[in-house]
């Protein structure tokens, strides 16, 4: 296949990529704005490949991206351009409806456009994948609230109520592409993820905050107590898992992605200063560096991902656990701080964001 991937450059996209050019024999069409989290960095181990092509396109361009489709020719799109942050979309939600809504809808009218005028054996085998987040589903009861919260899960059938501005636009975006599906007959994928973390992560979320804040011996800002708790994918893993729904799922359907990881963020901060505690001891222990900060406006408790459905119709399972991803995660920092430093040039020096209320 050639597969069209926007926002390959970004975290979960450049693992996409990276295991689409190793593991396959698949091409890949990266189109990525360039954003400050998309980073080219991250695919410096295909950029001499045959099978990839960059394209430096804004998906909100509707002509160039037409141009893309155009010249290009791809079988499948994935589609994981979005504005991610939650935080960020606390303290400026424009961004994330333009890139989120207003360019899925652009996205999906060039998808209309290109997938009808093809051949009717290439237009039976197109597919759009959308890539979305457990988010749009709001949040879970506590253990902490509620005694059987244990055994309540998000499912394909959850229905939607997000909380930030950031997931409000992520379930916009997935009722655009259902919607295209059951007016024009687009053969479209949704996928629904939970966490995720592993190398090439920005500075601005959880995991790789905590890890270089560590090693600058910084405070390790924690939001209340750190009782969210959340499922933690190792993103690798979750590469395979979309390759595994836009080459073997069924059209039409949704697929829910978790690590089976439910984690309380403090457990998760205690783990990563544990880990760099054996690998750098110092002079001090690193989880004297936790620090209870004011937690952020409209914080969701808890998420949780029945994965069973992705396991039993197609077969995949997490490889990580989480103390394997995490140990790997910690690594991968600590060999790659310069990287590091360079994606962090400019106006983003792991300040705290998102406090507006």
């Known amino acids: 296949m050639k597969i069209l991937v926007t926002g390959g450059a970004g975290f979960i996209g450049s693992a996409v990529i990276r295991h689409i050019i190793k593991h396959t024999q698949d091409s890949v069409v990266n189109v990525d704005k360039l954003t400050y989290a998309g980073n080219l960095e991250s695919l410096e181990s295909v950029f001499n490949n045959d099978r990839y092509t960059f394209e430096h396109v804004d998906i909100c361009n509707q002509k160039e991206l037409r141009r893309v489709f155009v010249e290009h020719q791809p079988d499948v799109v994935m589609h994981l351009a979005a504005e991610s942050?939650?935080?960020?979309?606390?303290?400026?939600?424009?961004?994330f409806i333009q890139t989120n809504i207003?360019?899925?809808?652009?996205?999906?009218?060039?998808?209309?456009?290109?997938?009808?005028?093809?051949?009717?054996?290439?237009k039976a085998k197109f597919r759009l994948h959308h890539i979305s987040t457990d988010e749009v589903y709001g949040d879970l009861p506590h253990?902490?609230?509620?005694?059987?919260?244990?055994?309540l899960?998000?499912?394909?059938?959850?229905?939607?109520?997000?909380?930030?501005?950031?997931?409000?636009?992520?379930?916009?975006?997935?009722?655009?592409?259902?919607?295209?599906?059951?007016?024009?007959?687009?053969?479209?994928?949704?996928?629904?993820?939970?966490?995720?973390?592993?190398?090439?992560?920005?500075?601005?979320?959880?995991?790789?905050?905590?890890?270089?804040?560590?090693?600058?011996?910084?405070?390790l800002p924690v939001y209340g107590k750190g009782d969210q708790i959340r499922d933690w994918l190792y993103v690798e893993d979750h590469a395979r898992a979309l390759y595994t729904v836009v080459s073997e799922g069924k059209v039409g359907e949704t697929y829910n992605i978790g690590g089976h990881n439910e984690k309380q963020n403090i457990e998760v901060v205690n783990a990563l200063c544990d880990v760099l505690q054996e690998l750098i001891p110092g002079s001090?222990?690193?989880?004297?560096?936790?620090?209870?900060?004011?937690?952020?406006?409209?914080?969701?408790?808890?998420?949780?991902?029945?994965?069973?459905?992705?396991?039993?119709?197609?077969?995949?399972q997490p490889l990580e656990t989480f103390e394997s991803g995490i140990r790997k995660t910690v690594k991968w920092y600590l060999e790659n701080l310069e990287w590091c430093r360079r994606v962090q040039d400019g106006s983003y020096q792991r300040e705290r964001l998102g406090e507006q209320v």
């Open 85 to 95: 942050h939650v935080d960020r979309s606390i303290d400026g939600p424009g961004d």
């Open 143 to 151: 253990p902490a609230d509620y005694e059987n919260a244990a055994e």
């Open 284 to 316: 001090f222990q690193y989880r004297d560096l936790i620090t209870e900060v004011k937690d952020r406006p409209g914080h969701d408790r808890r998420y949780a991902i029945d994965a069973s459905k992705i396991k039993c119709e197609l077969g995949w």
């Open 153 to 219: 899960l998000f499912t394909e059938e959850t229905a939607y109520a997000p909380s930030s501005p950031y997931s409000a636009s992520k379930a916009s975006s997935d009722h655009l592409v259902r919607s295209w599906m059951r007016t024009y007959g687009l053969p479209v994928l949704i996928t629904n993820c939970s966490n995720n973390y592993g190398p090439y992560h920005f500075p601005e979320k959880l995991i790789p905050l905590v890890i270089l804040n560590a090693l600058d011996g910084k405070p």
């Open 102 to 122: 207003v360019g899925t809808y652009i996205l999906l009218e060039e998808c209309r456009s290109y997938w009808t005028g093809l051949s009717p054996v290439r």
